[in-house]
């Protein structure tokens, strides 16, 4: 009995102190743990930071055969390519074909020959458009085919005839070596000018139009170089001298694109007795040019067109030139550049003296006499 009332009186003591004496150890052992656990939170943070901060240096990989480090971009693109040309090969007689579509860049590295000039292509080219009714210029009235929403509509029929009349012209100049001036100086109108007069062995000019290049072509182009070529268009040498003294070249044949903004020297061609190939509107004179092509000026399409056909005309002209100087047929008068051109104008003098003397002869003209005497001092003096 005592010890029970003395547990009941002194448990509540022994068991505080063997609690506060078991619990020690153990908080002890757990405010370990949770100090370490805080330490490799912030090691973690900091080496995640410095990874951060640090920027990564990839290292190519190297080609064991070739032993040259890899361009992962390159070899993307490659891979890529290959990719593309082996689903060809493999899917390539599968689908669909691509019908004929419009090209454009095909007008100037490619264009029409004359023998491919159709309806279709002018109505593609929108070369059946003309201006507004109230721009309309009356010599245009045969070419007009009708009125369509306040719009003159040219007739592609005419417009082929012309195309093909002019194509014809252009090949005969060239087959006998002249000299071709393409012009057109609109926006956009550089390259198939360019394009049509390399191919028919002419000059371009797509900037403004120096007024006198033509009428007064000694003091605008007399300092421009000339050269002299064969029948084969290969230049010969050792003419300097007698060019220097040469007047300045004018073309045997000039094509305009633009004829309304070209009116100044579409004239100078008239009054030198040039002829001209133009593509006329209808807002445009028909008489301004020797060979007129009625379509539409505005439109870029139309221009390629016609300028393209026109240049494989000056081309086929030259090739046949080219094919016929092989075999040793000229068609053409070479230029005379004899050092004593003097000397045969005399002699051109003294023939005509004689011719008209033979022919006062034969005509019984009284004093003929007198005037062979004439002749013979001349030739004794």
Not at 107 to 122: A, F, M
Not at 168 to 171: G, L, N, P, T, Y
Not at 224 to 227: I, V
Not at 301 to 304: D, M, W
């Given at each position: 009995?005592?010890i029970?009332?003395l547990f009941?009186?002194?448990g509540?003591a022994?068991?505080?102190v063997?609690?506060?004496?078991w619990s ?6 757990l405010d370990?743990?949770e ?7 912030k090691?973690?943070?900091s080496?995640?930071a410095l990874?951060q ?5 990839h ?8 032993h040259r480090?890899?361009d992962?971009?390159?070899?993307a ?7 593309i040309?082996?689903q060809q ?6 689908g669909?074909?691509i019908?004929?579509?419009y090209?454009?860049?095909e ?16 109505l593609?080219?929108q ?10 210029n ?6 007009i ?5 306040g719009?003159h509509?040219i007739?592609?029929d005419?417009?082929a005839?012309?195309?093909r009349r002019?194509c014809?012209?252009?090949?005969g100049v060239a087959e006998?070596a002249g ?5 057109g100086?609109r ?8 394009n049509a007069a390399?191919?028919?062995g002419g ?5 403004r ?10 003091q605008?182009?007399?300092g421009?170089?000339?050269?002299v070529?064969d ?5 010969i040498?050792?003419h ?5 003294d040469?007047?300045?070249?004018k073309?045997d044949?000039?094509?305009?694109l633009?004829?309304l903004?070209?009116w100044v020297?579409?004239?100078e ?5 040039i002829?001209?190939i ?6 445009a004179n028909p ?5 007129p ?5 505005d439109?870029l399409?139309?221009?390629?067109v016609?300028?393209?056909?026109l240049?494989?005309a000056g081309?086929?002209?030259r ?6 100087a092989?075999t040793?047929r000229i068609?053409?008068?070479p230029a005379d ?5 003097d000397e ?10 004689d011719e008209?003397?033979?022919?006062a002869?034969r005509?019984g003209?009284?004093?003929?006499e007198?005037?062979?005497g004439?002749?013979?001092g001349?030739?004794?003096?």
């Open positions: 009995m005592i029970r009332h009941l009186r002194q509540g022994l068991r505080r063997t609690l506060k004496s020690r150890p153990f908080a002890t052992e370990t743990l100090t370490s656990v805080e330490n490799s939170l090691e973690t943070h080496i995640e990874l901060n640090h920027t990564a240096t290292i190519p990989r190297i080609d064991d055969e070739t480090t890899f992962y971009k390159f070899d693109i490659v891979r890529k390519h290959l990719a040309k082996h090969e493999v899917g390539g007689s599968y669909g074909e019908a004929p579509h090209k454009p860049h007008l100037i590295t490619n264009p029409p020959s004359p023998s491919q000039i159709t309806l279709e292509l002018l593609a080219s070369s059946h458009l003309g201006h507004s009714t109230s721009l309309w009356p010599m245009n009235s045969r070419y085919f009708g009125i369509r929403q719009i509509i007739s592609l005419v417009t005839s012309h195309l002019a014809r012209v252009v090949s006998r000299l071709i001036l393409f012009v100086n926006p956009g109108q550089d390259r198939c000018v360019v390399r191919l028919a000059c371009h000019l797509f900037e139009w120096i007024p006198g290049s033509i009428t007064n072509g000694n605008i182009l007399g421009c170089k000339k050269k070529v029948e084969h268009d290969n230049e040498e050792g300097d001298d007698h060019l220097a040469q007047p300045a070249l073309p044949l000039v094509i305009c633009n004829p903004e070209n020297m579409l004239r061609c008239g009054l030198n007795q002829p001209t133009g593509i006329i509107d209808t807002d008489t301004w040019v020797t060979y092509i009625p379509a539409n000026d439109s399409r139309c221009v390629q016609i300028a393209g056909v240049g494989r081309e086929e002209g090739l046949r030139r080219r094919g016929k092989k040793g068609t053409y008068t550049l004899d050092v004593d051109a045969g104008e005399e002699d051109d003098d003294e023939e005509l003296l008209l003397h033979k022919l002869v005509s003209v009284p004093g003929t007198g005037l062979a004439t002749i013979e001349g030739d004794d003096s």
